[in-house]
């Protein structure tokens, strides 16, 4: 049991981690993007990604928003 606590501790860690690394990256793409909205000093296009993400569950009508919904919740519920 001490094991699975670990490694949803780890887990809650690196999605954390993971969010805060999104959100700075969107923060320097609007400071710092050029008119290919690439950071020079961030290789990936983060805005691009996340508006694809959207996108692509926006064009799954209601399974995209049942996904959408479900990831809201686990981040939610992670949260408590």
């Known amino acids: 049991m001490h094991f699975i606590e670990t490694l949803r501790r780890w887990v809650g860690a690196l999605t954390d981690l993971g969010l805060v690394l999104i959100a700075l990256g969107v923060i320097l ?3 710092f993007g050029s008119s ?3 950071v020079p000093f961030l ?11 959207v996108k692509g569950l926006g064009a799954e009508g209601l399974v995209g928003l049942v996904a959408l919904g479900i990831i809201a919740w686990t981040f939610n519920r992670q949260s408590r």
Do not use: E, F, M
Request: no cysteine; charged share 5%; proline share 6%.
């Open 36 to 38: 290919n909205g690439a």
């Open 43 to 53: 290789p990936v296009d983060v805005i691009g990604s996340v508006v694809g993400l």
């Open 29 to 31: 793409q609007i400071l």
